[in-house]
């Protein structure tokens, strides 16, 4: 039997635990090698550890993030329980970091935000549960880590916790954090190991779900193939030299299911033809469904090519060179109204200009503010581009594959921002 998936982020402010947090749970589930342990037992004596394991080694691979007890990148970790495989992504807490959370979070089903509980809600908290939601990330557990350092205090848990649902509740307009998703609640200590596997001795008073149990017990579901519009974006075309008669359009299918023989409609050019066949790796098929690798062959002889999409006519996405979207900024120059970049959406590539600053996020008052003169690194703000060449997009809440984008700067080729496209009515 295959053991379903949950892909989960951590995410908080610096120092609050996150990579100790993730070290706790490999190492408390059995999922250390022995030599991985020596090999932290010997840095964890190096750093002074006087004998105790540092846990965060786990996780924190660069070199720079041991010698500065930070994390810098999205570690990736990967273990499994006799219930559930799991992905973790462990993303920076530091703020000019903010761009790498965006990536570790965007195929997240579940955020664990953490929270120190001498600190309490620190504002890189509130922009990561900002992102958190302006992702759509179904669930969201807020750890109270720390919990032996606040003498394992319920009063305190529950103020802190009071202090994030208050949060939580405001947010709105594109983040749904507050209405939207599950939230959870667990007081831990990830150093001590209270709650995170093992249920804590020292707080009797909590009854709720130890982290574990919740990954495990978590309902995870997924949009069936059969409710979804397929969107089947073209990234190759294949017409190999030894089948002059063959021509297939490869990709991958993001969302949805086709059927052989079912009537489908090329964007943006809009031509109508039916599906001839469906060919994968392990021969054709009658039908295929997201997400699968696949190559279409069509009725008729139709020019299409890379960055094309193929869907149900009923079911088109819209077609534009122009849409709103909200930008998450990854880089130290800032954008600006007139900016121009390459926009990357599925497999079609064009280029992008801003036309409208529209607003921008006040990550202290979840309000959306003025429009601004620019967005700094790490600020998200609604912005209206156009393009060059027309796009086939949804907006980010009914699809993420097709709802969202990247733009990238053409001198530098470094990519300077995430999009998350807008209702159209937005």
């Given at each position: 039997m295959t053991l379903d998936l949950l892909r989960f982020t951590t995410a908080g402010s610096v120092d609050d635990g996150k990579s100790t947090l993730i070290g706790r749970l490999l190492?408390?589930?059995?999922?250390v090698f022995e030599d991985q342990l020596e090999h932290v037992a010997q840095a964890s004596e190096r750093?002074?550890?006087?004998?105790?394991?540092d846990l965060a080694l786990l996780t924190d691979g660069l070199r720079a993030e041991r010698e500065q007890g930070i994390t810098i990148d999205v570690a990736y970790r990967y273990f499994a329980t006799p219930k559930r495989r799991f992905i973790i992504a462990d993303c920076p807490g530091h703020q000019q970091y903010t761009r790498n959370m965006v990536t570790g979070a965007s195929t997240a089903d579940l955020s664990v935000i953490l929270l120190d509980a001498r600190k309490g809600v620190l504002e890189q908290s509130k922009r990561h549960a900002f992102i958190s939601a302006l992702l759509g990330i179904p669930h969201v557990v807020v750890a109270v880590n720390k919990m032996d350092l606040a003498e394992y205090s319920q009063a305190r848990f529950d103020e802190l916790a009071l202090e994030f649902a208050e949060f939580a509740a405001k947010l709105g307009g594109g983040a749904n954090l507050g209405s939207g998703a599950d939230l959870t609640y667990i007081p831990m200590?990830?150093?001590?190991?209270?709650n995170v596997v093992d249920r804590s001795q020292h707080m009797p008073w909590y009854e709720g779900p130890t982290l574990l149990e919740l990954l495990e017990g978590v309902e995870v579901s997924y949009d069936h193939p059969y409710d979804t519009p397929a969107r089947f974006p073209v990234q190759w075309v294949i017409r190999p030299a030894t089948a002059?008669?063959?021509?297939?359009?490869?990709?991958q299918l993001a969302s949805g299911a086709l059927r052989k023989g079912e009537e489908v409609i090329v964007l943006p050019g809009g031509e109508r033809?039916?599906?001839?066949?469906?060919d994968t790796y392990d021969g054709e098929l009658d039908e295929a469904m997201a997400p699968m690798s696949l190559t279409l062959r069509l009725e008729d002889e139709l020019d299409v090519s890379r960055g094309e999409l193929i869907c149900r006519a009923a079911e088109a996405p819209t077609v534009s060179r122009e849409l709103e979207a909200d930008i998450c900024w990854l880089h130290e120059r800032p954008l600006r109204p007139g900016g121009r970049y390459a926009i990357k959406h599925t497999s079609r590539s064009a280029n992008a200009v801003v036309d409208e600053l529209r607003d921008c996020v006040d990550v202290h008052t979840l309000e959306r503010v003025g429009a601004p003169a620019e967005l700094?690194?790490?600020?998200?703000?609604?912005?209206?581009?156009?393009?060059?060449?027309?796009?086939?997009?949804?907006?980010?809440g009914e699809n993420r594959r097709t709802g969202s984008f990247i733009l990238i700067d053409e001198a530098s080729n470094e990519t300077v921002g995430a999009g998350l496209v807008a209702p159209v009515d937005g």
């Open positions: 190492y408390d589930t059995k999922q750093r002074g550890g006087e004998g105790a394991l200590s990830a150093l001590e190991g209270d002059t008669d063959y021509r297939g359009y490869a990709g033809t039916k599906i001839k066949a469906i700094g690194l790490n600020d998200i703000g609604r912005v209206r581009l156009r393009t060059s060449a027309p796009l086939s997009f949804d907006p980010y």
